[in-house]
């Protein structure tokens, strides 16, 4: 099996965690962010992540991807004592946080630099295609940053620690952790502003469920 990613990409590293949680072995294959050929060929477009499952199964989107690796390695699930509106408020609790990616994205080249995905080329593509979908660069992006995050992370943040605070988005370990841990985890790049510990504790907690550390690639 192998699993094309970029490190740094939050739909990446939700398949990563489930991959590691299940003891799954597989070829680990970071693409460089400005490979258009690889995906391009594989599925048809520049999206990662993408599984080729070596039986004929050549997939793409990340939640898709989740459910299938339940179902061809069922053990340990990641679904039991699980309910579905738990993975639905998992996969959507930060496209309601307005700005959270025009804070973290910027961060993601400083923390993942030096990673495959970060070669010149790759560096390049990321900023400019980002840059230009915001129309702002990311210098700016990260002055504005501080900002941002206390107009409009504060109380989604808060939302999610009364959730997950001591325990699991729903009763046990589910995949819909390794969903929210990811989106999370470029939060912990981001300078100047102050997470709650409870969001630290609990990406951390999910990290080592899964025996993965999501930064360290
Ligand atoms: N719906 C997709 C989204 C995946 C996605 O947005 N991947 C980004 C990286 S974070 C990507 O491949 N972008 C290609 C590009 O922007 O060139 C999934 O869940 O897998």
Request: with cysteine; glycine share 6%.
């Amino acid at each position: 099996m192998k699993f094309y990613h970029y490190p740094h990409c939050p739909f990446c590293q939700r398949v990563r965690l489930v991959l590691k949680a299940k003891g799954i072995t597989y070829q680990d294959i970071p693409l460089s962010y400005a490979d258009v050929k690889t995906p391009t060929d594989l599925i048809g477009s520049k999206m990662l992540p993408i599984i080729d499952f070596a039986d004929g199964t050549v997939m793409g989107e990340s939640l898709d991807l989740i459910k299938e690796l339940e179902k061809r390695f069922p053990e340990p699930s990641l679904t039991h004592n699980w309910i579905e509106p738990d993975l639905d408020w998992a996969s959507n609790i930060i496209t309601r946080a307005p700005k959270f990616w025009d804070i973290v994205l910027p961060y993601y080249l400083d923390e993942y630099e030096g990673s495959p995905e970060f070669d010149e080329a790759g560096i390049q593509y990321f900023k400019e295609g980002k840059e230009a979908k915001r129309g702002k660069t990311f210098e700016e992006l990260k002055a504005d940053a501080p900002a941002m995050y206390n107009q409009n992370l504060v109380i989604i943040l808060a939302e999610i620690v009364s959730r997950v605070e001591g325990g699991w988005i729903g009763q046990q370990f589910s995949m819909a952790d390794c969903v929210l841990a990811s989106d999370l985890s470029g939060l912990r790049s981001v300078k100047g502003i102050e997470i709650p510990p409870q969001i630290i504790s609990y990406i951390e907690k999910v990290e080592n469920q899964c025996g993965e550390d999501l930064i360290d690639w």
